[in-house]
């Protein structure tokens, strides 16, 4: 089957796929490969829908029969450590929703939308098996946590969640709207919690996505749509 990886930057597709390059309408850069598609949507939620629904309308109905979220993310103490891959079983809109006296309030408990979106779960979690991944929920958000109270208070939310990224549940979203299954696996780069730039480790990451995708593509390339 063929894949649609959408990824933040250029780093994290070209770890992803390789292949000829074109540009789409909008202007986003897409990687054509034999097995894999990479495009480069940018960072955050809306601008991942935005460059997904894009890359699905100009492929047309049929073209893929996945779609992957990609990259970078923070790892959950303990649960995933720098340098570790996450497969996510739940891609999560952990700050999609209300503030409220008594706390957070999720989206869809106010009446609006979904909040979270399941991958299929045979087939993520053989991926998971195949990348010696953790196979746990995946949460997106807006702010890149900077701080103890903030890890802690979404960790309280969400116990089993092993990392956190920006871009999974925009992918997600799309690809329901087109009818498409969705996977997120993210390379961890740096701990979630108190800021520490000179903690990330982005290019041990990158290379832990490309080894990923190196082992993967093979699998996915057999799997059928
Ligand atoms: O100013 C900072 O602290 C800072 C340092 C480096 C990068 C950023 C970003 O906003 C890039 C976010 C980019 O990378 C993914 N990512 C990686 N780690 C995390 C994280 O701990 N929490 C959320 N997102 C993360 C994300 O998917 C974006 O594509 C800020």
Do not use: C
Not at 87 to 92: F, L
Not at 103 to 108: H, Q, T, W, Y
Not at 171 to 177: D, I, K, N
């Amino acid at each position: 089957m063929r894949v649609l990886v959408v990824t933040a930057v250029a780093a994290e597709a070209g770890a992803a796929a390789a292949g000829e390059s074109a540009v789409l309408p909008g202007g986003y850069a897409l990687t054509r490969g034999p097995v894999l598609d990479a495009v480069v949507a940018g960072v955050g939620p809306a601008a991942a829908a935005a460059a997904t629904a894009t890359a699905l309308t100009a492929a047309g109905p049929g073209a893929y029969g996945l779609v992957v979220s990609a990259g970078i993310g923070g790892g959950f103490v303990p649960h995933a450590p720098v340098g570790s891959l996450v497969v996510a079983d739940a891609i999560v809109a952990a700050d999609l929703g209300a503030d409220t006296p008594e706390g957070f309030l999720p989206v869809d408990e106010l009446g609006f939308g979904r909040s979270v979106h399941h991958p299929p779960a045979a087939l993520s979690a053989r991926i998971a098996e195949v990348l010696g991944a953790a196979h746990a929920p995946v949460l997106t958000v807006s702010t890149v946590t900077g701080t103890a109270e903030r890890a802690a208070a979404l960790a309280r939310r969400h116990p089993r969640a092993a990392a956190e990224a920006m871009e999974g549940f925009g992918v997600a979203e799309a690809a329901a709207v087109h009818g498409l299954p969705v996977v997120e696996i993210r390379a961890v780069s740096n701990a979630v919690g108190p800021r520490d730039r000179s903690a990330w480790r982005i290019g041990e990451a990158l290379d832990a996505l490309r080894g990923a995708f190196r082992r993967l593509t093979p699998v996915l390339a057999k799997e059928q749509p």
